[in-house]
């Protein structure tokens, strides 16, 4: 019998060694890297994206510009012609919208809706690593990809979403599926992720988010798609991101 | 409307109907290989007016105010910015036609105007890196709160109450500084009103120079800002805001001077029995503006602001009984043709403060993308000391890619004594505004 026991525990711990042994690298690492894919914790970046949303049967397209350094981005709108002009300054956990002809920028919060499922803090860059407590769940593969299954903690409560679960790909270091839940424990957003661009970060050619695309879970019928082009890496000056420079 | 209004209205559409096609060609690609940097937004508002102004002892019969009963309003608004190098060019010129129709007791005339002006335009110049040079005409404003900007020696009208009309430039010269990433220190120096009026009731433009530093931390920013106009008082402001959440802000906001310019009414042996004057402007006490107030994001995405005022230099019970008797008793001067009346009356209309009681309740909804084409604001405004308020709806929809439609309604309440049914009970306003 005690040899039994030995031998399904000898077993269980096998079948466990691919997670842990695996994980050389912590979760918080994982997150790190995952997020330079999404401009986050980068010197200086700069990509545009086209932002199409399916909302109640309607087809709504936005083209915006990002800047991102380190914490802090800067989306400006310049399609269709209705928002253009319009800007999204986010610096740390600090946010204004500032509207052409509407000369006093307005303080909002990150959890005011852009356009279909995207909110502002969606198009800015994504630092999750600051902003989330990460803990390896296990392991799955999301279409034949084999991957981390994160789940994130929002470390404080300023962040835009309170409990993500994140899956990373083991191979590439990107994130590849997100699962956004409510303070309630709801799941109400999920979000797929493309890698096809690529920038060179710190000596090495690193994948750069093509595509993400975020899937109501509550309405099924509204999906909202960023897709991210002209990525360029360079060094961006403080006054980039300073809320008195960008009055025109 | 007159035919040669008619004409002029006509001859400005055909303009701005033409103009866009040339306007809004885009140089910013063939100019950007050339290290040079353009944005330009060009876009053209009309809009139509009624008002219904209160019809009492501070405007008996509109005849002092003559303040429209109608008005139409068709401007040209291009933006442009321009960058080359060190260099940065922005300016705002505008072409605008007006027209209004004012009606008073004793007779009803229109009025109309042609201008084309600058509103804004700024030159700045980087002499080295973090140090920032500027001076043109611009509107400077800051600060989260919604209701007014008291931490703004510049502009204490923040242009919410109707987004659809723009404040007028005033001239700066500025130097800048940012010493890193988390801090801005600014001198600032208001060398002519420009086209702006500041709302301080004060006739003649008094240079004003100020220092003001901002910060942006984590969680908060805020800034702190002393001022000096020339031959006037000295001001300390300041602002902050703390995110307290995803969906949470809190701020607060004041101005404070020592003494105060403010204009109160006193008995005198002057005909009228009565004077405005500036009698705590020796007083040694703090006075000011302050303000806290909170936003709130719910998962709808509309937002609320909750926001209190203090207005430490407003009228005391007493003194606001002695304004409303001694503007009663001027206003049936004026009916009797007694125009030494006029002057005081224009005197209890900017008595040199924001906000003539002491305590305020502002609160706003905010909801926007309302099925991805509309924007709604709601704000109400109540006087705590005499329970007038002013409630104002705006409503902007985005028609399609170029055109939005947009409405603002106003209604103020309150007894014949109080301080929003002052001078204008009802306001509508419908426009459209084209981008390009």
Same mark, same amino acid.
């Given at each position: 019998?005690?040899?039994?026991? /030995?031998?399904?525990?000898?077993?269980?711990?096998?079948?466990?060694?691919?997670?842990?042994?695996?994980?050389?690298?912590?979760?918080?690492?994982?997150?790190?890297?995952?997020?330079?894919?999404?401009?986050?914790?980068?010197?200086?970046?700069?990509?545009?994206?086209?932002?199409?949303?399916?909302?109640?049967?309607?087809?709504?397209?936005?083209?915006?510009?990002?800047?991102?350094?380190?914490?802090?981005?800067?989306?400006?709108?310049?399609?269709?012609?209705?928002? %253009?002009?319009?800007?999204?300054?986010?610096?740390?956990?600090?946010?204004?919208?500032?509207?052409?002809?509407?000369? %006093?920028?307005?303080?909002?919060?990150?959890?005011?809706?852009?356009?279909?499922?995207?909110?502002?803090?969606?198009?800015?860059?994504?630092?999750?690593?600051?902003?989330?407590?990460? /803990?390896?769940?296990?392991?799955?593969?999301?279409?034949?990809?084999?991957?981390?299954?994160?789940?994130?903690? /929002?470390?404080?409560?300023?962040?835009?979403?309170?409990?993500?679960?994140?899956?990373?790909?083991?191979?590439?270091?990107?994130?590849?599926? /997100?699962?956004?839940?409510?303070?309630?424990?709801?799941?109400?957003?999920?979000?797929?992720?493309?890698?096809?661009?690529?920038?060179?970060?710190?000596? %090495?050619?690193?994948?750069?988010?093509? %595509?993400?695309?975020?899937?109501?879970?509550?309405?099924?019928?509204?999906?909202?798609?960023?897709?991210?082009?002209?990525?360029?890496?360079?060094?961006?000056?403080?006054?980039?991101?300073?809320?008195?420079?960008?009055?025109? | 409307?007159?035919?040669?209004?008619?004409?002029?209205?006509?001859?400005?559409?055909?303009?701005?109907?033409?103009?866009?096609?040339?306007?809004?060609? #885009?140089?910013?690609? +063939?100019?950007?290989?050339?290290?040079?940097?353009?944005?330009?937004?060009?876009?053209?508002?009309?809009?139509?007016?009624?008002?219904?102004?209160?019809?009492?002892?501070?405007?008996?019969? $509109?005849?002092?105010?003559?303040?429209?009963?109608?008005?139409?309003?068709?401007?040209?608004?291009?933006?442009?910015?321009?960058?080359?190098?060190?260099?940065?060019?922005?300016?705002?010129?505008?072409?605008?036609?007006?027209?209004?129709?004012? #009606?008073?007791?004793?007779?009803?005339?229109?009025?109309?105007?042609?201008?084309?002006?600058?509103?804004?335009?700024?030159?700045?110049?980087?002499?080295?890196?973090?140090?920032?040079?500027?001076?043109?005409?611009?509107?400077?404003?800051?600060?989260?709160?919604?209701?007014?900007?008291?931490? $703004?020696?510049?502009?204490?009208?923040?242009?919410?109450?109707?987004?659809?009309?723009?404040?007028?430039?005033?001239?700066?010269?500025?130097?800048?500084?940012?010493?890193?990433? +988390?801090?801005?220190?600014?001198?600032?120096?208001?060398?002519?009103?420009?086209?702006?009026?500041?709302?301080?009731?004060?006739?003649?433009?008094?240079?004003?120079?100020?220092?003001?530093?901002?910060?942006?931390?984590? $969680?908060?920013?805020?800034?702190?800002?002393? +001022?000096?106009?020339?031959?006037?008082?000295?001001?300390?402001?300041?602002?902050?805001?703390?995110?307290?959440?995803?969906?949470?802000?809190?701020?607060?906001?004041?101005?404070?001077?020592?003494?105060?310019?403010?204009?109160?009414?006193?008995?005198?042996?002057?005909?009228?029995?009565?004077?405005?004057? #500036?009698?705590?402007?020796?007083?040694?006490?703090?006075?000011?503006?302050?303000?806290?107030?909170?936003?709130?994001?719910?998962?709808?995405?509309?937002?609320?602001?909750?926001?209190?005022?203090?207005?430490?230099?407003?009228?005391?019970?007493?003194?606001?009984?002695?304004?409303?008797?001694?503007?009663?008793?001027?206003?049936?001067?004026?009916?009797?043709?007694?125009?030494?009346?006029?002057?005081?009356?224009?005197?209890?209309?900017?008595?040199?403060?924001?906000?003539?009681?002491?305590?305020?309740?502002?609160?706003?909804?905010?909801?926007?993308?309302?099925?991805?084409?509309?924007?709604?604001?709601?704000?109400?405004?109540? $006087?705590?000391?005499?329970?007038?308020?002013?409630?104002?709806?705006?409503?902007?929809?985005?028609?399609?890619?170029?055109?939005?439609?947009?409405?603002?309604?106003?209604?103020?309440?309150?007894?014949?004594?109080?301080?929003?049914?002052?001078?204008?009970?009802?306001?509508?306003?419908?426009?459209?505004?084209?981008?390009?």
């Amino acid at each position: 019998m005690r040899f039994v026991v /030995a031998l399904l525990l000898a077993v269980v711990a096998g079948l466990s060694l691919p997670v842990v042994g695996v994980a050389t690298i912590s979760p918080a690492e994982i997150l790190t890297q995952s997020d330079a894919a999404r401009g986050g914790g980068l010197p200086g970046i700069h990509w545009n994206i086209k932002l199409s949303a399916l909302d109640g049967g309607e087809q709504l397209d936005q083209e915006l510009t990002v800047r991102a350094k380190g914490n802090d981005s800067l989306v400006e709108f310049s399609a269709p012609p209705k928002v %253009k002009g319009q800007k999204l300054l986010t610096v740390e956990r600090n946010m204004w919208f500032i509207k052409p002809g509407l000369r %006093k920028p307005t303080p909002i919060s990150a959890r005011q809706r852009l356009i279909g499922q995207a909110s502002n803090g969606d198009v800015a860059a994504t630092n999750y690593a600051g902003d989330y407590q990460a /803990a390896l769940l296990g392991e799955e593969a999301i279409d034949g990809e084999d991957c981390y299954r994160l789940e994130l903690t /929002a470390k404080e409560a300023q962040v835009t979403y309170d409990r993500i679960v994140y899956w990373v790909s083991k191979s590439r270091r990107v994130g590849v599926q /997100a699962e956004f839940y409510t303070v309630s424990g709801k799941l109400f957003k999920r979000a797929r992720f493309e890698y096809d661009n690529r920038i060179d970060y710190q000596g %090495k050619s690193i994948p750069f988010v093509s %595509k993400m695309t975020i899937m109501d879970e509550i309405d099924r019928s509204q999906k909202t798609t960023l897709e991210y082009s002209d990525i360029q890496v360079s060094a961006l000056p403080d006054q980039v991101f300073n809320l008195q420079f960008l009055m025109r | 409307m007159r035919r040669s209004t008619a004409t002029a209205i006509g001859s400005a559409f055909w303009l701005l109907s033409a103009m866009p096609c040339g306007w809004a060609l #885009d140089w910013s690609d +063939s100019l950007a290989e050339h290290g040079v940097g353009l944005n330009n937004l060009v876009r053209v508002q009309a809009d139509f007016s009624r008002s219904a102004p209160s019809d009492g002892f501070f405007n008996p019969g $509109n005849q002092l105010a003559q303040s429209n009963e109608a008005e139409f309003n068709l401007e040209l608004r291009p933006d442009f910015s321009l960058s080359y190098r060190e260099f940065e060019l922005m300016l705002k010129p505008r072409l605008k036609f007006a027209w209004e129709r004012v #009606d008073t007791s004793e007779r009803a005339f229109d009025r109309d105007e042609r201008s084309a002006f600058v509103n804004e335009w700024r030159l700045r110049w980087a002499p080295r890196e973090r140090w920032f040079l500027s001076y043109g005409r611009e509107v400077l404003l800051w600060g989260p709160a919604m209701l007014l900007s008291p931490s $703004n020696p510049f502009f204490t009208d923040n242009g919410r109450s109707n987004p659809f009309r723009e404040l007028g430039g005033r001239d700066y010269l500025q130097v800048l500084y940012l010493p890193n990433a +988390s801090w801005t220190i600014s001198l600032i120096s208001n060398t002519a009103q420009g086209r702006g009026d500041d709302g301080t009731g004060i006739p003649d433009f008094e240079r004003t120079d100020a220092i003001k530093i901002d910060f942006v931390g984590k $969680n908060s920013n805020g800034g702190l800002l002393f +001022s000096h106009r020339q031959e006037g008082v000295s001001q300390v402001g300041g602002y902050f805001q703390l995110t307290l959440s995803d969906a949470l802000l809190a701020y607060a906001e004041g101005g404070y001077t020592r003494g105060t310019t403010a204009l109160y009414p006193r008995r005198s042996a002057a005909p009228s029995g009565w004077v405005f004057a #500036d009698a705590k402007q020796d007083d040694r006490a703090l006075y000011g503006v302050s303000l806290i107030g909170a936003a709130y994001t719910f998962e709808s995405g509309a937002t609320a602001n909750v926001e209190y005022l203090h207005n430490s230099a407003g009228y005391s019970d007493q003194e606001a009984r002695d304004y409303f008797d001694m503007v009663e008793q001027l206003g049936a001067d004026f009916i009797r043709r007694d125009f030494a009346a006029v002057l005081l009356l224009a005197e209890a209309a900017n008595l040199r403060m924001p906000l003539l009681r002491r305590n305020y309740l502002f609160v706003q909804w905010l909801d926007t993308n309302i099925n991805n084409q509309l924007d709604m604001t709601l704000r109400y405004t109540r $006087n705590l000391d005499d329970d007038s308020g002013r409630f104002v709806a705006v409503f902007d929809w985005a028609i399609n890619d170029f055109t939005h439609l947009f409405a603002l309604g106003l209604v103020s309440h309150g007894g014949e004594r109080s301080e929003f049914r002052r001078y204008l009970d009802r306001q509508w306003l419908v426009g459209f505004n084209l981008t390009f």
